[in-house]
């Protein structure tokens, strides 16, 4: 089974910042990879896929990239709304779910 | 649009069976698969399986033989049932439709979700 290793466990930044999040996969997943942004009482929703194709709607301060086992999700100008619990995913070889990342406001 | 809505009870007795019933509407389920997940208080995802547009069904093995899902199209409905629940059962249970971009499945992407059903499992 393929593993994910997601870092940091927690963060916090100040508004306007650029955040990066960090998945690690214990073998290559050839981009197979997504990300979802779950706000506090809210339910998941898909930020990336492809490991760097924007989701439908999703704005554009947020971007994916990446290649083998090394992946990275990027906030850049951090709004308020941010404010979120960010998961990765694998779904390259069956899927597996990151740890995940919560991220507040400093 | 796009709507995923869980309904089930918000408590279960300890040993006792787990019913959830996802009703969809936007979209047909002869097309898209549709997922279930929970989430355990303040803890992460957990995918527990899938029910296939063709009628197939996947599951997570870590719930063994516990854990069934089916579906009624007529209703465009997607049940879960889950027996023998424990203390650690104890979650928010989503059900997620899989991203469809009208050429290819994505296969355990989860593009839409339910506000989730909570559940608490007690003794």
């Known amino acids: 089974d393929i593993q994910m290793t997601q870092s940091p466990a927690s963060l916090s930044a100040s508004l306007g910042e650029t955040v990066t999040i960090e998945c690690r996969a214990s073998e290559d997943i050839y981009n197979g990879l997504a990300w979802y942004q779950q706000k506090p009482g809210k339910s998941p929703q898909l930020l990336i896929y492809?490991?760097?194709s924007l989701h439908t709607g999703v704005p554009s301060r947020f971007s994916g990239s990446g290649s083998g086992t090394q992946y990275s999700l990027k906030i850049n100008s951090l709004q308020s709304e941010d404010v979120a619990s960010y998961f990765c995913q694998q779904y390259y070889d069956y899927h597996t779910f990151g740890a995940g990342t919560k991220l507040e406001l400093k | 649009q796009v709507q995923l809505k869980e309904t089930g009870p918000d408590l279960v007795q300890l040993t006792q069976t787990l019913s959830i019933t996802c009703t969809v509407s936007?979209?047909?389920?002869?097309?898209?698969?549709v997922h279930w997940v929970r989430q355990p208080p303040g803890k992460g995802l957990e995918w527990m399986g899938a029910?296939?547009?063709?009628?197939?069904?996947d599951y997570n093995s870590a719930f063994k033989s516990r854990l069934s899902i089916s579906r009624d199209t007529s209703k465009s409905q997607v049940f879960l049932k889950m027996n023998s629940l424990q203390t650690d059962d104890t979650a928010k249970y989503f059900c997620?439709?899989?991203?469809?971009?009208?050429?290819?499945?994505?296969?355990?992407?989860?593009?839409?979700w339910g506000q989730g059903a909570s559940v608490t499992v007690s003794s």
């Open positions: 492809n490991a760097n």
């Open positions: 997620a439709r899989n991203y469809y971009d009208g050429t290819y499945y994505y296969y355990y992407v989860m593009d839409a």
């Open positions: 936007g979209f047909s389920l002869t097309t898209y698969n």
């Open positions: 029910m296939w547009n063709g009628g197939g069904t």
